[in-house]
């Protein structure tokens, strides 16, 4: 039998994905989202790959509707071992262009998103004393950059509202597991129907990732119990960058923020590419990759070391050994 796994934001992106790892080790997964085109189309994917899939329509804004989904889930498919809160909404604008109801739909999605599915999980995972939640976070936790002040807002505040529950939870000494993946620049649907008041067709800020990348991180961290995993280098980078210089962000970003998130083709704009406060599937289901194909990336060199951190570990201290043994050689 495998594990009750809950993901929200399991239409499409990186939640679709990593609705098809986990499906491969033949998990009972609680499918999450608004758009029921895109469940239904991963909940046949599910299948096929020899999981269990149940379709809950959920807006994760809304706290009695992730607490209805969770018992929902446990009552058809069992006992959750696994959450993993995933949904997200942005508006690419600068900010003085969002509105505040704008504003506060991106935050609810993003954030409270998180907060209601991580309560609705450590309920049920506190009375049995076992249980992993998964944060998917992104490299915009650290570091804001421009065009997106909302998901950006939503994203730190993700940050500090899972530590502060990580320390509760080791308070009581409870045996559950929270972890948070970070992560960059990904090939999503999101790209195909966020709302947005640029001129033209947004994108990832490069180097871009599959979402598969990012499931077979979440899938990991699932699995290990490691605090925070950063996915891609860009992540680490961008990490570092904000502890060492964030004076040298602010000047960089100032001058390439706005043209890294804009391709040159016009937007196609309309009611199929606004899901802030509607889902726009309707009949067609996108599936899990965004309109980036040629440019993503289906490896991560930085998340397989992250991974195998004392492998890499050793080898770096092999391979420094043996430069120092070779520098005292050469000064004999």
Known sequence: MGDVVVITGASGGVGRATARRFAQDGAKIALLARGEAGLEGVATEIKELGGEALVLPTDVADADQVEAAAQRAEDELGPIDI????????????????????????????????????????????????????????????????????YCGAKHACKGFTESVITEIRHHGW?????????????????????????????????????????????WAAYHKRRQIYVGAPTVLNVLGERVAPWFLDWYLAKTGYSGQMTEEPLDGGPDH???????????????????????????????????????????????????????????
Request: proline residues 6%; aromatic residues 8%.
């Open 83 to 150: 959450w993993i809160n995933d949904a997200m909404a942005t508006i690419y604008s600068e900010f003085l262009d969002v509105e505040p109801d704008e504003y506060r739909r991106a935050t609810d999605v993003t954030y409270h998103g998180m907060v209601w599915g991580t309560r609705s999980a450590l309920r049920r995972m506190a009375e049995r004393n076992r249980g992993t939640i998964v944060q998917v976070g992104s490299a915009l936790a650290f570091r804001g950059i421009p065009l997106q002040a909302p």
């Open 175 to 219: 045996d559950i597991h929270v972890t948070m993946v970070h992560l960059p620049g990904v090939n999503t649907t999101q790209f195909t129907w966020g709302r947005t008041k640029l001129p033209k067709q947004t994108q990832p800020v490069p180097p871009i990732y599959q979402p598969e990348v990012a499931a077979d991180a979440i899938h």
């Open 274 to 332: 606004d899901n802030l406060f509607h889902p726009v599937d309707g009949d067609e289901d996108r599936g899990a990759h965004g309109p980036f194909d040629d440019e993503a990336h289906e490896h991560s060199f930085q998340t397989s070391l992250s991974k195998h951190r004392r492998l890499a570990g050793s080898v770096a201290a092999g391979v420094g050994a043996a430069a120092t043994g070779v520098a005292l050689l050469r000064k004999r």
